[in-house]
């Protein structure tokens, strides 16, 4: 295991590319500070956990990826959709179960997907998506195609068998596969100190003979930086890698939770390393972008996002009947 | 004039093994993954050579022509290649998996009925599973409990998954194409005893639609509806009825879902009677929905209450006496036929 240490002056990030990383962060930052405002308002149905304090992992990782690239997420999946180019108006109409929902509303938050995106689905099961990663990554080996997979999860996965039988099956195929662990140092409302064995996930790695690498989750650059050696590592055929970005969700682990085994001191702790304010900070320092640059991103943003939720609240409801319909291609 | 195609006989597992070679030599996207398929591994002598080409050698051959990279051994990791097999059938590949014992469903349930069953409905139809997961059923060798289950039922009763039950070598090659063909997740059920059965195939003979049952034999006093071996152990108690005067007519029902409805009622429209012989276990088995169906749908044909002739409620024994007991027998269904008249 290594722990990257990583100097931002030398990022290779230029000012266009920082903008689409600084856009797409305030994107997922916006849409989760909606989708909890608009739960709590009895718009979204159902359960709602949210990404928000995490984007730096998705965003840092899925800016070397393309549509070829496939992803598998987790319970908290909106940032990975939207990192991955997930139409966020359709995700909100998702999230609403409306009919213009990117899954026809057949899915909501815990299993928003976009298959042609390379999105292969937030996922309700916890460890759910690690063997599902590797499959994605085997039919890029078999037939060539170039792509890489990356599968998302969280420090309570690490625990499940498929963790294991996944590294396993990824490390003796060499498949092109990047394990990102975004340890948020809770599973659920149970502390990472008392459900983990290990100091550190990526030492697991160590069992599979494969790199593990402890990154700061709430850094950009170094999420980018080492998830561009581990994708490149994976797009060369030197096979998988883990991951492990220590992050922090600023929310409780699913909208409604009371949050009783958190400090508000933690928390505010946390919020004072805000990634988004990091890379923004980063900018205005070296004189890459200007405030009122950043104030146009954030309008527009913040515009679209009104926008889909207007569209999404006005949108149809699907047919009962459409219940029936999309469980076999033919039967 | 129609020419009649040659027949060859086949056992079932050469009518599987061939299904396989069809399909891989048709689609460079059909790969095959499971434990010990071709075994051996890594090991210099055996590149392209099987160790044991499957536990019961149903996949012996393939190798030579199709290489590890189509057919790959894995790890005994269920939950780990059933769950890639599932990515890689969202992903543009047509993977066949082989789950050797049906029993081991435990350890990878998660992937294939939370996965793979769910996630084109999950994701508003805009994605699919192609995989077919082949996976050997049955009493019979003393296999015991853990290696011995039938199971067919649990998966029926799931969304999503289709269920294959072939009884003989040309349904199993036929039934194999169209479920490799098909877009959906079949589970596709071997019956370990019928492995060495042999039966006429057709050379060249086109696949066999799912949903589609087939008459084993045509009679007009009883409608068995026979399951798997379950059909050899029916066709054995007609021969008996018949010399008692009882004409049993027997429908193989070949795929459980979708499963062929408009048949078996057309079948107890003719016979007034029905009987259901399932070997897997009787509550919620594929043996009540079949008789809630007939009492649903075709009550008035009846002319006596409907009979299930299945496993009783148990784990399947070890001991040759107890598992024998444990198999519906041919004596058992013909006592459950005499009970109707």
């Not at chain 2, 992937?111 to 699919?128: E, H, N, V």
């Not at chain 2, 195939?201 to 087939?214: H, N, Q, S």
């Not at chain 2, 107890?268 to 276990?281: F, G, R």
């Not at chain 2, 598992?323 to 008249?341: C, G, H, K, M």
Request: proline content about 5%; overall charge negative; charged content about 20%.
């Amino acid at each position: 295991m290594t722990v990257t240490d990583h100097d931002p002056s030398v990022s290779a990030l230029d000012k266009s590319a920082l903008l689409a990383i600084y856009e797409r962060m305030i994107q997922i930052r916006t849409f989760e500070d909606a989708a909890g405002k608009n739960f709590a308002d009895a718009l979204v149905p159902g359960f709602v956990h949210l990404y928000a304090g995490e984007e730096a992992v998705a965003v840092g990782i899925c800016a070397h990826l393309t549509d070829r690239d496939y992803i598998t997420s987790t319970h908290r999946g909106h940032g990975h959709c939207i990192a991955k180019g997930v139409d966020i108006p359709g995700m909100v109409a998702e999230l609403m179960g409306k009919s213009t929902g990117v899954c026809k509303g057949k899915g909501g938050s815990m299993h928003i997907a976009d298959v042609d995106k390379g999105m292969l689905g937030a996922n309700g099961i916890v460890g759910g998506g690690l063997p599902l990663a590797c499959g994605a990554a085997l039919t890029a080996k078999t037939l060539g195609t170039g792509g890489v997979a990356v599968c998302f999860f969280g420090d309570g996965a690490s625990n499940q068998g498929t963790f294991h039988e996944a590294l396993n099956l990824a490390a003796i195929w060499k498949l092109p596969v990047v394990f990102v662990c975004e340890n948020n140092g809770y599973a659920e409302a149970t502390p990472f100190s008392y459900h983990c064995a290990t100091s550190d996930i990526a030492n697991r790695a160590g069992g599979y003979e494969i790199p593990g690498v402890v990154v700061d989750g709430l850094d950009l650059f170094a999420v980018y930086e080492a998830a561009g050696e581990a994708i490149a590592r994976a797009r060369r055929g030197d096979g998988p890698s883990l991951l492990e970005a220590k992050t922090y969700r600023f929310y409780g682990h699913f909208q409604g939770d009371t949050i009783t085994y958190r400090t508000e001191d933690e928390v505010s702790r946390y919020r004072q390393r805000d990634p988004i304010q990091q890379v923004k900070s980063h900018a205005l320092a070296r004189g890459l972008a200007s405030e009122e640059e950043f104030a146009a991103i954030d309008n527009r943003v913040q515009e679209t996002l009104d926008q889909a939720w207007a569209d999404a609240k006005s949108a149809p409801w699907p047919e009962p009947e459409d219940a029936l319909q999309d469980v076999y291609v033919t039967y | 004039m129609a020419t009649l195609a040659p027949t060859r006989q086949l056992t079932y597992s050469e009518a599987i093994n061939e299904a396989l070679r069809i399909a891989m030599r048709e689609d460079p996207t059909v790969i095959l993954m499971g434990e010990d398929i071709v075994g051996g591994a890594d090991i210099d002598h055996l590149i392209n050579e099987d160790a044991w080409g499957g536990p019961m050698g149903v996949t012996k051959g393939l190798v030579q022509e199709f290489g590890r990279n189509r057919i790959l051994d894995t790890p005994i990791t269920e939950a780990g290649f059933i769950g890639a097999a599932v990515g890689a059938a969202a992903t543009g590949l047509r993977p066949v998996a082989e789950l050797m014992f049906v029993d081991f469903f435990g350890c990878c349930m998660d992937q294939i009925f939370d996965q793979g069953a769910k996630l084109r409905y999950m994701f508003g139809g805009k994605a699919s599973c192609p995989l077919v997961i082949r996976t050997m059923i049955g009493a019979g060798v003393n296999a015991a409990a853990q290696h011995s289950g039938c199971h067919y039922s649990v998966f029926t009763h799931m969304p999503g998954i289709k269920t294959v039950v072939p009884s003989t070598p040309a349904d199993a090659r036929g039934l194999l194409l169209s479920s490799i063909r098909d877009d959906d997740l079949v589970m596709f059920f071997e019956n370990k005893v019928l492995y060495a059965m042999k039966g006429e195939v057709d050379d060249g003979a086109e696949a066999i639609p799912l949903g589609k049952a087939d008459i084993k034999r045509e009679g007009s006093d009883v409608t068995l509806v026979a399951i798997s071996r379950m059909v050899h152990q029916s066709l054995a108690a007609a021969k008996t009825l018949a010399n008692e005067g009882i004409d049993v007519e027997i429908v193989d029902p070949r795929t459980l879902s979708p499963l062929d409805e408009e048949t078996i009622l057309d079948s107890v429209a003719k016979t007034k009677h029905l009987v259901v012989v399932d070997e897997d276990n009787p509550r919620c088995s594929a043996a009540t929905d079949i008789a809630a169906l007939v009492a649903d749908k075709g009550f008035d044909y009846l002319d006596a209450p409907i009979k299930t002739v299945n496993a009783p409620h148990t784990p399947v024994p070890f001991s040759p006496p107890l598992e024998q007991f444990y198999i519906p027998s041919p004596e058992r269904i013909a006592d459950t036929v005499r009970s109707l008249f």
